[in-house]
């Protein structure tokens, strides 16, 4: 068991009141941690969700109680989940509930939860070297894990590694080698794109404007310009008859009528749009872009926050293009949950001075020692091939739910990457939000956790270590819940 600070005794005062209250705290934590360390061997049994008190149950309701009086309120919250325990692609809840997890907290645990290779690099490490910082001396971790990064990445050429903390960390660092090396000002993002909630990162961001309201100005210079999102083309056309006109924008209209391509630094693209929907461009865009950025001396940004370690079946999902970006970021799955993100970049822009760009946490001994066995499981497992073998099993199933539910507009997605967007009607298009909203809670309910992205789209991004039966049991439920918001 871990150890706990319990109070020796409960003394009497004039705060007795406040005192209790403590005391009572620390039994709940006492009696959490001794039901989820009695559960730890159990949990290995479970083989499908299993909801014993109608979620969310009493214990979650008095967590949420409480941090609803604590914790910032832009914090939203998809479910009235309370996790104390996950282990593999299943999740427990502190009523006892146990989940099939299909969001991975937001694509982070790709090698499922507390993978033992990796729970146990986190102890060996934590007990050698919890802290070296990294902007005033050397660590073995940070050498051996980015010649192991860089030699996995595509690009037959030089890259050097800046490690930070998050993918938004990692967007902002991205940023500034753009800038730096190209001397130039400009940026150009996309309408629908998130790269962070940090000043710079969130002046790329556009997935919706309560991301951005009243934080005005934000970092100037930056041009959004329409995505690929040929489901809802902001241009009104039908692919393929439409010439891509989305990359003619670019060079038709923003560098002869808005800007100088002489004078933007770069151009950062999600190679499959994460939080605006799980949009997959058709096969011409991302080619198309590293052409104009080839064109005009940009550099090109891939953001792989999301997409990246596997998630699509490759390492990046550029590589289904075969298309090797400039700078690549990094972050999410990298460190099995652990805090941690990189921007790779080929070696020559990465060409400024001492002092130029630091921190004090990044590659941390331990989240790296997390992250090198990451990549060990990732290759030994196979995992990879298994993201797009059960991956694509799924998108099929989700494929033939259309035939049979008129809420379901578009599937779309490579690997264990699916999107799944809501309509009310199919000719117009109009947002099924509330739908959408409704069938996240009723599979909450049958014990399957999925997110939202976008207005009114399902992101499904179970662990890859997903077996093509776990994969089919959250089909099924995904159905039965759909079934109901359906009538």
Known sequence: MSPLLVPSKVTCSANAEQDLRRALCWIGFLIVDLRCHRGLKQMKLVTRPTIIVEP????????????????SPSLTRTAPLVGVRAEGVWVEDIDGNVYLDFGSGIAVVNVGHCHKKVVEAIKRQAETCDHINSCDYFTVPQVQYAEKLLAMLPGDFPKRVFFGNSGAEAVECAIKIAKWHSRKSYLIAFIGAFHGRTMGALSLTSTSTSARKFYFPMMPGVMHVPYAYCYRCLYKQNYPDCGMWC????????????????????????????????????????????????????IMIADEVQTGFGRTGRMTCFEHWNVIPDIIVM??????????????????????????????????????????????????????????????????????????????????????????????????????????????????????????????SIRLAPPLITTMDQADIGVRIFEEALRTVSK
């Not at 969310?56 to 914790?71: N, Q, S, V």
Request: aromatic fraction near 6%; hydrophobic fraction near 40%.
């Open 331 to 456: 972050s999410k799955a990298i460190a099995g949950g652990l805090p941690m993100g990189a921007c790779v970049s080929k070696a020559d822009l990465m060409d400024w001075g001492p002092t130029s760009h630091e921190n004090t946490l990044g590659a941390n001994p331990i989240v790296v020692a997390a992250a090198l066995a990451v990549l060990d499981v990732l290759l030994e497992e196979r995992l990879m091939e298994n993201a797009e073998k059960v991956g694509g099993y799924m998108l099929k199933r989700f494929e033939e739910m259309m035939d049979q539910y008129d809420l379901i507009g578009d599937v779309r997605g490579k690997g264990m990457m699916v999107g799944i967007e809501f309509v009310k009607d199919r000719e117009t298009k109009e947002y099924a939000t509330e739908e959408r909203d409704d069938l996240i809670l009723e599979t909450f309910k049958r014990g399957l956790l999925i997110l939202g992205a976008g207005p009114s």
């Open 247 to 298: 990359l003619g924008y670019i060079e038709d209209v923003v560098f002869k009528k808005l800007i100088s391509p002489d004078e933007v630094a770069g151009l950062i693209v999600e190679p499959i749009q994460g939080a605006g929907g799980y949009i997959v461009p058709p096969k011409e865009f991302l080619p198309g872009l590293r052409r104009i950025c080839d064109t005009n001396d940009m």
């Open 56 to 71: 969310p149950g009493p214990k979650a309701k008095e967590i949420m109680r409480r941090d609803e009086k604590l914790t």
